[in-house]
């Protein structure tokens, strides 16, 4: 949402006549101003609420995929779907057998242990998911990569990324791991766990690279 402000387009006359040293400017609305700031400020606060609420409900992208639908659907909060005891991964679509949700977990438990980052994986399908659930029962922080495979917008792979990782991990990445092996080609050629498990493997090698100005410029 774009904001406007309106301004009164003055003859030639009327600028004339300010110009006049017999003339002073009017006052400067700096308690006007101010309080616009601390709208805009409040608004701007507002709508992080609203877009962090949203990609945690769907999964979006960095790249806004399916915000379309995000608009009419915001919302889901099914905590019953939630595992009784912790666990980095939760499947709720059944896309992973149990022996890959335990590779899995293992390989993210290393990333968090090496890098300090925590990435999250939910596999769902739209609206059977516990949405707004996971933000509390991952803790969800700066420092949280929440990666959600849902194929409902064609495109499975979605990803939700803390400010802590955006300042390290160049935001093309994301958008070119989606690209990869979040494509519908691939994940109906190879399967929706071929895709989660790939994308879990390459966000691993992306956060253990050193940063720099080529850090994760590489799929891998």
């Known amino acids: 949402m774009a904001i406007f402000l309106r301004y009164q387009h003055l003859p030639s006359s009327s600028l004339a006549a300010t110009a006049s040293p017999q003339l002073s400017p009017p ?8 309080n616009f700031g601390n709208w805009v400020t409040h608004f701007r606060s507002k709508a992080v609420n609203l877009a962090l609420s949203s990609a945690l409900t769907l999964g979006l992208s960095l790249t806004f995929t399916g915000v379309e639908c995000a608009e009419a659907k915001v919302g889901v909060n099914k905590p019953e779907l939630l595992p009784k005891e912790f666990s980095s991964v939760i499947d709720v679509a059944g896309f992973l057998s149990d022996g890959q949700e335990k590779r899995l977990a293992q390989e993210i438990s290393n990333i968090e242990k090496d890098t300090g980052f925590k990435l999250r994986v939910l596999a769902q399908n739209y609206p059977d998911t516990p949405g707004l659930a996971i933000k509390e029962f991952w803790q969800v922080d700066d420092r949280t990569i929440v990666f959600v495979a849902d194929p409902t917008f064609g495109n499975i ?3 939700n990324v803390g400010a802590s990782v955006d300042l390290d991990i160049p935001r093309s990445f994301w958008s070119r791991l989606a690209g990869k092996y979040g494509n519908i080609f691939y994940w109906k050629e190879k399967g929706e766990d071929a895709s989660i498990e790939a994308a879990v493997m390459a966000i691993s090698n992306c956060l253990k690279e050193p940063v720099g100005p ?4 590489e799929v891998k």
Request: charged fraction near 15%; aromatic fraction near 14%.
């Open 27 to 34: 006052p400067f609305p700096t308690k006007r101003l101010a």
């Open 157 to 159: 792979l979605n990803f």
């Open 214 to 217: 080529n850090n994760c410029s």
